[in-house]
């Protein structure tokens, strides 16, 4: 298939795989605000894990656009770990003094930084994993807000949200102009499948450690 129908063929699958995820809550009810702060504190991982990702891609990506879009996501995640950290301190927490990644970082991290092929690393990090940061956010956007948070809403809704669904969205149209023969597609559609996988677990750790379904950010 030509790349256009790939890309609309994995939109279906992402779709499907994450409607689980789209019918839970992100937090238990109760103590919201503990909840945002702990979700924030999570967020904040998830961005400098997905800044280090992009910057290190930069270097072994020939393809120009390629590598100005990894450069344009490697800002945008290093400004939302800044606007999360500097939220986090209006909250009360001096997240300054967090180093998110102390004790390591996550496995869906070392994953990617096993990919080299370039679709691979399309359909891991900027399909599969901002597809699961628009998704999560979006729910993150309501539960602030449902707890009156308007600063913090505001700022996924503006900032945040949107730039995630961008980097999804540059995906799939990379996707669809390299993704195009069949041993590629299958090449990313497995990266893909891998990187919902190893989401999940991360899911699954937070839920048993914080009560949360879902990190925010990236």
Known sequence: MDGLSFVQQLDAELQHALAPLAA????????????????????????????????SWMLTTPEMEIKLGLARQCGDEAKHFALMQKRLLELGVDAR????????????????????????????AQYAREGIAKLVNAKFIEFVEEAKDTRTAALF??????????????????????????????????????????????????????GTAAIPGS
């Open 97 to 124: 003094q967090l180093n998110p990644v102390a004790h390591g970082y996550s496995p869906l991290f070392h994953y990617l930084r096993t990919l080299h092929p370039l679709v691979e690393r399309l359909a891991a």
């Open 157 to 210: 809704r503006e900032t945040v949200q949107p730039e995630e669904a961008a980097h999804h969205e540059f995906a799939r149209q990379m996707l669809a102009k390299y993704a195009n023969t069949p041993e590629l597609q299958d090449k990313a559609r497995a990266a893909m499948r891998k990187t919902l996988e190893l989401a999940d677990e991360l899911r699954e750790l937070a839920s048993h450690r914080l």
């Open 24 to 55: 839970a809550p992100i937090a238990p009810t109760g103590e919201k605000q503990k909840a945002i702060i702990e979700l924030l504190k999570m967020g904040l991982k998830s961005e400098i894990e997905a800044s280090e990702i992009a910057a």
